[in-house]
């Protein structure tokens, strides 16, 4: 089994280390493999990307390196990159066995979202901070110098979250042959409407359900990462 996992809003792949080190740890049949999108390097002055290109690439890449059974795993806005990924190897005749989509809901309808929806737009670096501090940020321990980059960084990839959701209705691109799970945190302010709507993942593919993993609140990925690493590699 090999897991390719997509970071949350701001984020690189180094973020998934602690998962990594749960998943060799719970299980010995499963390889992780983390993404990590250009711009997000501290000291390399590289340009932001995200959104369909990228997702091409990534799967000719992922096509090209890793042969065997596919999971994929998308921590909140990336679950949007997770799914377009999802589609694109499916077009090179990769099988994705499961998407899991964790710690966030999709919007209620992409059809009513501007073509830069952006809800932070007029939200100030400060402000936005605090929020993320809110959610659990601040027990991450992310060193000050890192963090406006990491900020610049969260709003492209918060665009292009949204982006995706308004392109697929558009397009009206057809529910992807391919299950997908979400996961979420008890105690993230987030997803505390999931028990509802985490059904409109159904529109994207074949939702098989929701996990709730208890006392987690936003970034669970790093403070429940075994409970995770066991939900992502013991898929029954």
């Not at 990839?157 to 959701?165: C, N, P, Q």
Request: hydrophobic share 35%; with cysteine.
């Amino acid at each position: 089994l090999h897991l390719v996992c997509f970071p949350y809003g701001g984020g690189n792949g180094t973020l998934f280390k602690d998962l990594a080190d749960a998943v060799t740890q719970t299980s010995d049949h499963c390889d992780v493999y983390a993404v990590n999108l250009p711009g997000r390097d501290i000291g390399r002055p590289e340009a932001l990307q995200s959104g369909s290109e990228v997702a091409r690439r990534l799967a000719r890449e992922i096509a090209d390196r890793i042969q065997g059974e596919l999971v994929l795993y998308g921590h909140c806005v990336g679950s949007a990159l997770a799914l377009e990924t999802a589609r694109c190897l499916r077009e090179e005749g990769v099988r994705v066995r499961t998407v899991f989509v964790g710690g966030v809901l999709p919007p209620r309808s992409g059809k009513r979202l501007g073509k830069n929806h952006d809800p932070w737009r007029w939200v100030p670096d400060g402000a936005l901070v605090r929020f993320l501090e809110w959610i659990g940020l601040s027990g991450l321990c992310i060193r000050k110098e890192y963090l406006g980059g990491m900020v610049r960084a969260f709003r492209h990839d918060v665009r292009h979250y949204y982006r995706f959701f308004r392109e697929q209705e558009a397009r009206g691109m057809d529910q992807l042959d391919i299950p997908v799970q979400c996961i979420v945190g008890e105690r993230d302010p987030l997803t505390r409407r999931y028990h509802r709507q985490h059904r409109r993942w159904a529109r994207y593919g074949r939702l098989t359900g929701v996990t709730v993993i208890s006392g987690a609140r936003h970034y669970f990925v790093k403070t429940h990462a075994r409970t995770l690493a066991l939900v992502l590699t013991h898929l029954g």
